[in-house]
């Protein structure tokens, strides 16, 4: 087993990109999931790999996993201030062998902390249709900001503080705005 690395994706690891996000997100697609992710194609991963900061687990020259950091002024309307974490990805035929949390916590550890000094960050999941995803983030130090429901699903937005002195209540919520 080779050594695993961290690095930005280009556009270059578009085609390899959406290989390991279609096959990874198919399991979730059949659960009737609609999320960007289920749904990717080339032209939304390139578009996934230049405007946001997509983060890549690569072994022996291979793709193994996958996240994309948001900011929040990528979004007309984004659900925090903090970093938003969507597109998380691990190779199916590497699951169970826990790449996926060694992968997070890298990106937390590495990424997060040391290169945007960021307190905390979001993440979403399913909490009808995927709830033994939510059950797992609850379980690792996610805490529920908000939740959406809708005929189909429940949406649910986590976010997990990662530098406690620095993290601001105010940052993580966004206030609704009043429209008269």
């Known amino acids: 087993m080779g050594k695993d690395r961290l690095r930005i994706a280009t556009k270059a690891d578009a085609p390899a990109f959406l290989e390991l996000i279609q096959q990874s997100f198919q399991e979730v697609k059949d659960y009737g999931i609609d999320w960007p992710s289920t749904n990717a194609t080339l032209e939304s991963v390139i578009e996934n790999i230049e405007t946001g900061i997509a983060l890549v687990l690569e ?3 291979r793709l193994i996993s996958t996240i994309t950091v948001r900011q929040p002024w ?16 691990t190779a199916d035929d590497l699951k169970g062998q826990g790449i996926g949390k060694k992968f997070i916590q890298q990106v937390e550890e590495e990424f997060l902390i040391k290169v945007l000094k960021a307190p905390a960050y979001v993440i979403g999941t399913s909490g009808r249709k995927h709830p033994w995803l939510l059950d797992m983030y609850l379980r690792n130090g996610y805490q529920v900001l908000t939740t959406r429901e809708d005929d189909d699903d429940t949406g649910v937005a986590l976010y997990k503080v990662l530098i406690p002195d620095k993290f601001d209540e105010r940052i993580l919520r966004i206030p609704e705005v009043v429209t008269h």
């Open 74 to 89: 990528e979004h007309e309307t984004p659900i925090s201030r903090y970093p938003f974490l969507w597109w998380f990805a």
């Open 59 to 61: 072994r022996d020259g």
